[in-house]
């Protein structure tokens, strides 16, 4: 299978193990700047695909030098991609672009090649989901454990935690599942499957799970799935607050909780400043939110939550927006086209954000070439048909063995068909030096 990866697998953007080289020991001016690994020159994000998988636009700050942009995203707290629009000058940009490539602790941005782009990732999302080892001189690599994506669901439901796409090129021995959590009362069962577990009689919290896989040599690789399951006061954030669009003018399908309707209902969202009413398909939207009515479960069939003003008197988290007063609001309420701090200030930016937004809508990209940046998935079926995918790091097709159902669009019959989509997407791979 694919050269060693570290961490959560199944993201989508293999192309960005290739564009990020590894350095180490240079001295920086600036503790930020060390965070961050430059990626290969000349490409970009493809905005539509990576948003449209759960990529979140933050910002697109005014600055003039390399540094200061990926200084900007140092300080943002969700900030984990940074790309810049080459200047004129020498080190200079004429545009900045900040992102959280994260979906429920999924990788979930693709880049493109682009003449005049350059791209900066956080250490900790690289080593944690993108690094690519120097494969072993043996061919008995570890195995790769994926657990899948974490959850959010509502009290006493019903989980079901698989190991589905964990990885071994010689074979899963064993996979273990434990709670690392102290809930005495949730009830863990196994089913006929070896790597899957059904968790049952959940109440409030945040339940953390880790997943060990053991290949046939005794080789061993671990990761951990959260499962949050929401108190009232989190429901009225993830599934009574009113459908949000948001102020960037794109069209993504997503799904909210209509609390009218008492039923999960598919909406057009803009592209920016969701809030956590907002779902990537109709069955995130149903775990986190779907009752039976006003006589449903805790948590469930809750009021419609009135206007949450601004809170003053007391430093904001970085969750919460700041307005320009130093007062501090939900961030569901910035850009809703309704002012909730007392100066305007969640309303100011809103124009700007979506025509930065735009510009990176309409960079065209060859979309045949985009998806043999994605890492091959197997879906969530349990047949094994043997398909093709891309690995633009060797630049050739390799065999994946496909469930039958989902996955994506690197996926081949043949080899020669594969080759023939995806020649060339990637060319060199060339060095960079850090910021």
């Not at 989508?12 to 020991?25: E, I, K, Q, W």
């Not at 905005?47 to 990529?55: C, N, Q, R």
């Not at 010689?170 to 996979?175: A, D, F, K, L, T």
């Not at 065209?364 to 048909?385: M, Y």
Request: proline share 5%; aromatic share 8%.
């Amino acid at each position: 299978m694919f050269p060693h990866l570290k961490g959560q697998h199944g993201a989508p953007v293999l192309l960005l193990l290739l564009l990020l080289v590894s350095t180490s020991g240079q001295e920086v001016g600036e503790e930020c700047l060390a965070q961050f690994k430059p990626g290969q020159e000349d490409f970009i994000l493809d905005a539509d695909e990576s948003v449209k998988d759960g990529a979140t636009f933050l910002s697109s700050p005014k600055l003039d030098r390399y540094k200061d942009c990926v200084s900007a995203c140092c300080k943002e707290p969700r900030c984990n991609v940074a790309f810049v629009e080459r200047g004129a000058e020498e080190g200079s940009v004429k545009s900045c672009f900040l992102f959280d490539c994260l979906y429920k602790k999924k990788y979930v941005c693709r880049f493109v090649r682009k003449k005049g782009y350059l791209n900066y990732i956080l250490d900790s999302v690289y080593e944690s989901y993108l690094q690519v080892d120097v494969p072993p001189n043996d061919s008995d690599r570890p195995p790769i454990a994926n657990g899948g994506q974490d959850r959010v669901v509502q009290p006493q439901d019903t989980v079901t935690l698989n190991g589905i796409k964990s990885k071994d090129d010689q074979g899963i021995e064993s996979y273990q599942w434990q709670m690392l959590t102290g809930y005495p009362y949730a009830v863990i069962e196994k089913t006929a499957f070896d790597d899957q577990i059904i968790v049952s009689n959940l109440t409030s919290g945040v339940y953390k799970f880790q997943l060990t896989v053991t290949d046939t040599s005794g080789q061993s690789d671990s990761t951990k799935v959260t499962v949050l399951v929401l108190t009232p006061e989190q429901s009225e954030h993830h599934c009574m607050a009113p459908m949000k669009i948001g102020p960037c003018r794109g069209s993504f399908p997503r799904w909210h909780y209509n609390a009218a309707s008492e039923k999960c209902e598919e909406f057009m969202f803009g592209g920016c400043r969701e809030n956590l009413n907002n779902y990537l398909n109709k069955d995130e939207c149903t775990n986190a939110c779907y009752g039976s009515g006003t006589n449903g479960k805790s948590g469930r069939g809750l009021p419609i939550p009135g206007d949450q003003g601004e809170k003053c008197g007391a430093p904001c988290t970085t969750e919460q927006f700041t307005c320009d007063n130093g007062c501090c609001l939900d961030p569901g309420l910035e850009c809703d086209s309704s002012p909730q701090c007392s100066d305007g200030s969640d309303e100011q930016k809103c124009e700007d954000l979506d025509n930065k937004f735009r510009i990176l809508l309409q960079i065209p990209v060859n979309e045949q070439k985009v998806r043999c940046t994605e890492f091959p998935d197997t879906g969530t079926c349990r047949h094994a048909l043997t398909k093709w995918y891309y690995n633009p790091v060797q630049q050739t097709c390799y065999r994946f063995n496909y469930g039958g159902c989902q996955g994506n669009e690197n996926r081949f019959d043949t080899k020669d068909s594969c080759m023939k989509v995806c020649r060339g997407v990637t060319g060199c791979v060339c060095k960079k030096e850090r910021i």
